[in-house]
């Protein structure tokens, strides 16, 4: 079988667990004999003129092709020129790439960077698309369904023009393509810099002042809450990307849903669409759970970013509460630079990597996933609970699903309908280790199929079912 995966860009620049996913699973079934290729946003080259080009290179063992010129990959960011996004000029080019190569199957895992004009080219000829639901670009242009820190089920992106933020540079965009840049994420002492906790301090100071004078469009808030002026052409701007987005969406023939709620979510925006309920997971997640014993001070760990999204500001809020009234004896370690530099109780660590896991994991009691937005999945739940770590994770989790094939292996909370429901739990756990033990007996109890190859046989199949419709 001949597939093609398309993903919105590689490592260095692109990490996080939509790409690990991607690149394990190509990787995987390559490995079965499939011949499986990339395609991805290259880098940006002013002598063509805007054209599109792709060119073809090699990731890994794998064959990857390039798209020169490719459309902004903002990550849920704005740009100046948000019409960059409606661009569709490169019918011909991506019909002749696809007849080239002539995949059986396509598989989406973004629509960042890509036309519109890709998936028509492969409708008309008659190509199946697969597409993931990592997270939800193309129904939101923030990603995460948000708007004031709540849940966003709008359809009228007119309202989205008020909502997105600070603007980001397209100059900055074409910069994280270069190859220099490229060199400089992979360059051992710029990665020092970036975590060092010695310079750290400055790049905060210097972060803070960056914010202070930073020039916003007149899009969104004030600081002072006071809503600026949107106009007219800018709200229809907004409405025709929503209507873009929703013709990618009809080009797409199965959907891989991640979760019961990304169906949920993604249905309530698109209506009812052919799909397959297929949990993810990767290369890097085996079954290395053991009992585990909890003494000392109690050590909590964080895995996600400091978006406020993700929920850190909100367990931040609750340990300072909870230190504050005298229970000390805990430890917090994040993976992420914080901006908190004397919290005492706050270790900060640089990003882990497949070598580090173990160590990361073997270093938490408990595993806290706060999420103010809807995750689709949540791949840190399961890493977790593969080192029989509990998890404490908020409604909004995708993976919150796993519990119910073996309750009491964490606890989920409702965090916006009572703010006090983290701090509740946790203290809990401080002053009852034994709820850990519990969840950790459960965890080692629970009758999981960690083969990942078994995860690359559900998607073939899902593929073969495709190509056989068509």
Not at 126 to 153: A, Q, R, S
Not at 362 to 367: F, G
Request: proline share 4%; net charge positive.
């Amino acid at each position: 079988m001949k597939i093609l995966h398309y993903i919105h860009g590689l490592p260095p620049v692109r990490n996080g667990g939509l790409v690990q996913y991607t690149l394990d699973l190509a990787q995987g079934e390559c490995e079965l004999g499939n011949d499986v290729q990339l395609l991805v946003p290259g880098r940006f080259n002013r002598r063509l003129k805007g054209r599109t080009e792709i060119r073809t290179g090699k990731w890994g063992n794998l064959p990857c092709h390039y798209i020169i010129n490719p459309l902004p990959v903002t990550e849920g960011k704005r740009i100046v020129h948000m019409e960059r996004l409606l661009e569709q000029n490169s019918f011909e080019r991506f019909f002749s790439f696809l007849k080239m190569i002539s995949p059986d199957i396509i598989h989406m895992h973004s629509f960042m960077g890509i036309e519109c004009t890709f998936l028509e080219a492969a409708k008309k000829l008659g190509i199946p698309v697969v597409f993931t639901t990592h997270d939800y670009y193309g129904l939101c242009p923030k990603v995460n369904l948000l708007e004031n820190g709540k849940n966003c089920d709008r359809t009228d992106w007119r309202r989205c023009a008020s909502c997105m933020g600070a603007v980001v540079s397209e100059k900055k965009i074409i910069w994280q393509h270069s190859d220099m840049y490229k060199k400089l994420k992979e360059n051992k002492i710029f990665h020092w810099l970036e975590y060092s906790p010695k310079v750290l301090p400055y790049k905060m100071y210097v972060r803070n002042i960056r914010k202070k004078n930073r020039n916003f469009v007149n899009i969104g808030q004030e600081d002072d809450g006071s809503k600026r002026v949107v106009s007219e052409c800018q709200l229809e701007l907004y409405e025709a990307l929503r209507e873009y987005y929703l013709r990618m969406y009809r080009n797409i023939t199965c959907f891989h849903f991640n979760s019961r709620q990304s169906r949920q979510v993604f249905e309530s925006y698109l209506g009812k669409v052919k799909g397959e309920i297929i949990p993810i997971t990767n290369r890097r997640i085996k079954d290395n759970r053991r009992i585990n014993k909890y003494n000392g001070k109690l050590k909590i760990g964080y895995l996600g970013s400091g978006q406020r999204f993700k929920g850190y500001w909100y367990l931040k809020e609750t340990l300072d509460a909870m230190y504050a009234s005298g229970m000390t004896e805990f430890e917090c370690h994040i993976y992420f630079n914080a901006p908190d530099l004397n919290c005492p109780y706050l270790y900060r660590h640089a990003p882990y990597n497949k070598k580090e896991m173990e160590m990361v994991f073997r270093n938490m009691d408990v595993l806290v996933v706060p999420s103010l937005c809807r995750e689709t999945f949540g791949m840190v739940v399961l890493e977790a609970f593969s080192f029989g770590v509990p998890v404490i994770m908020s409604s909004y989790v995708g993976a919150k699903e796993l519990l119910g094939e073996s309750p009491g292996m964490g606890i989920v909370i409702q965090i916006q309908q009572d703010n006090g429901a983290l701090r509740n739990v946790l203290e809990k756990i401080y002053k009852d280790r034994n709820i850990l033990s519990r969840m950790n007996k459960k965890i080692c109890e629970w009758d999981y199929e960690w083969d990942y190859d078994k995860h690359i046989a559900k998607m073939i199949n899902l593929y073969r079912g495709q190509i056989c419709e068509m």
